[in-house]
C-alpha cells in the first residue's frame, strides 16, 4: 500500500510539472497591422502606441506595437517618410538613437540594400541587423534589432531585455514572424 502512495505521489508530481512545462510564458499569437503594411507573431498580445519622433532631423509619426514578456520588450515600430531616401536614411538613425538611448555598443552589425516592389517600378530600400550589449541599472542588457525601409516605409523590429531574460528562441521566432507585406 505504501508503495502504491508513493507512486501516486510521484505520478501527480510528475504531471504538475509536465502541465507547468506546458502552460507557455510566450503564448505566440499571428497580429496583422491595422495601420501599417507588416504581420508578425508576439509573444503575447501586443499594445500599440503612436507618437512624433525625430531621426537625424526628419520629424515621422511612428507606431510602436509592442509585448513584455518577463522583462523582454518585443516590439515592431514604422512610420512613413517623405520619399524613399528619407526613408532608407532612417534605418540607420533608428539604429542609432536606439543603442545611444540604452548606452548599449553594438557586438555585431550586418547591413545590407534590398530591391523592394513599390509601386509600379521596384525601388531601393535598406536593412540592418544587429545585436548589442549594454548595462541599465547595473544590469546586463541585450538588444537585438532589424531595421528595414522599403520604399517609404520603415520599420524597426527589436527584442529587448536583460540579458538573461532574452532567450534566443525566442528572438529568432520574434525576428522570423516579421513580414512587411
Known amino acids: ?4 502512495i508513493l507512486s501516486s505521489f510521484v505520478l501527480t508530481a510528475l504531471a504538475a510539472t509536465m502541465l507547468a512545462a506546458c502552460s507557455p510564458t510566450y503564448n505566440w499569437r499571428d497580429y496583422n497591422s491595422p495601420t501599417a503594411p507588416f504581420s508578425a507573431m508576439f509573444p503575447d498580445k501586443p499594445v500599440t502606441h503612436t507618437r512624433s519622433v525625430n531621426l537625424d532631423g526628419m520629424n515621422a509619426d511612428m507606431t510602436m506595437t509592442a509585448a513584455e514578456i518577463d522583462g523582454a520588450m518585443f516590439a515592431i515600430g ?3 517618410a517623405p ?3 528619407k526613408a532608407a536614411a532612417a534605418v540607420s538613425a533608428m539604429k542609432i538613437a536606439l543603442v545611444k538611448n540604452i548606452g548599449a555598443t553594438v557586438t555585431s552589425e550586418k ?6 516592389a513599390g509601386g509600379a517600378a521596384p525601388t531601393q530600400g535598406a536593412s540592418i541587423d544587429i545585436e548589442a550589449k549594454g548595462m541599465q541599472n547595473g544590469v546586463p542588457m541585450r538588444l537585438v534589432g532589424h531595421f528595414e525601409s522599403r520604399g517609404r516605409r520603415f520599420y524597426q523590429v527589436i527584442v529587448m531585455g536583460k540579458e538573461k531574460s532574452v532567450p534566443q528562441d525566442e528572438v529568432d521566432m520574434f525576428m522570423r514572424s516579421f513580414k512587411p507585406n
Do not use: F, L, N, V
Not at 1 to 4: A, E, G, I, L, V
Not at 111 to 116: C, G, L, R, V
Open 1 to 4: 500500500m505504501r508503495k502504491s
Open 83 to 85: 520619399d524613399a531616401a
Open 78 to 80: 514604422t512610420g512613413e
Open 111 to 116: 547591413a545590407s540594400a534590398t530591391a523592394t
